[in-house]
């Protein structure tokens, strides 16, 4: 937004079906701070979009993990033993100087399909887009949790 003050947006989408609610969602911006914020949510279907919104200003530049981890998987999944107990964990890495004026990346794609997706392969694009026009890769890592 300006100076050590960022907005964050958190969407987090869920299989109604699955009948989960996250009223709030506890997040961490890497700075020993936290806060766990209500929400507003939007149907659309069986597809229901939690948006987590928050403005955040940190004391200083460096490099912070933005983070959150809830546990809300779905019951069989092929792949995870006992998945439903299983926790998520996403995390984004925060890097600012006070010599750049810099945006994160958005994502232009929701995943609403993956809930037809019933024995198949899943792919996804998420339509990543920087506002700054900076370089965008990916890797899948190993499990956090």
Known sequence: MSG?????TLNLIIDTTNKVNRPFLTTYFG?????????????????????YSYVHTYNSPGV????FTDK???????????????SIYVETLLNFNQFT???????TNY???FTSVVGNQVKWNPGAYDFDGDSLSYELINCAI
Request: aromatic content about 14%; glycine content about 6%; hydrophobic content about 30%.
């Open 4 to 8: 050590y003050t960022y907005s964050i």
């Open 31 to 51: 700075d020993g701070d936290s806060t766990a914020i209500t929400t507003y949510t939007i149907n659309s279907g069986k597809i229901q979009i939690y948006v």
């Open 64 to 67: 912070y993990n933005i983070y």
């Open 72 to 86: 809300y998987r779905v019951n069989g999944i092929k792949n995870m033993d006992n998945s439903v107990t299983k």
């Open 101 to 107: 004026n810099n945006t994160a990346f958005i994502t």
């Open 111 to 113: 995943p609403i399909t």
